[in-house]
């Protein structure tokens, strides 16, 4: 009985929330630009301690004025509908990113990211 509990939770837990092990599967389409472990680079920003920095604050990259114009501090729900549309969210962005199509990879990486410290 608590074995068929146990799992019950389990299986619904994991039905709600977000999945790091699948964001991190997500994440190797950012990888190409923000490093493997998200430590950033020439091409693109370090995303390590992103949540609750405010978007374009690195002192040692160059963002596009867009990016450092727009009012945004970085959390889960933002970083969410960045990826899925980065021109919508910052207009004249320089990220040459499409968007993910799909809500929940968008969620799942948003929690992967949220992860790297
Ligand atoms: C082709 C290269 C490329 C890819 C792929 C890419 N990015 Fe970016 N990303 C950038 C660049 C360049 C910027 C800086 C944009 C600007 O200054 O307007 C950026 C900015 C960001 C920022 C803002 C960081 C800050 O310091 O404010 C976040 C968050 C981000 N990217 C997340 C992601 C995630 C998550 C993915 C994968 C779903 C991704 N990016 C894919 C190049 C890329």
Redesign the pocket.
């Known amino acids: 009985m608590i074995r068929f509990l146990l799992c019950a939770v389990l299986f619904v837990s994991a039905a709600s929330a977000a999945d790091v092990d699948h964001g991190k599967q ?2 190797e ?2 990888a ?3 490093g493997d472990k998200g430590q950033g680079g020439e ?3 370090s ?1 390590i301690g ?1 949540i609750g ?1 405010k ?4 002192e040692e ?1 160059r ?2 004025p ?2 450092k114009r727009s009012a945004i501090v ?1 959390d889960e729900a933002t ?1 969410k509908s ?2 899925m549309n980065p021109q919508g969210v ?1 207009k004249g ?5 499409d968007g ?1 199509r799909d809500g929940q990879d968008a969620e799942d ?1 948003a929690a992967y ?1 949220a992860t790297l410290k």
Request: net charge positive.
């Open positions: 997500v994440f389409q950012c190409a630009c923000h091409t693109a920003p995303l992103v920095r978007a374009g604050s690195l990259f963002y596009s867009a990016m970085w970083l960045f990826v910052v962005t320089r990220m040459p990113f993910l990486v990211v």
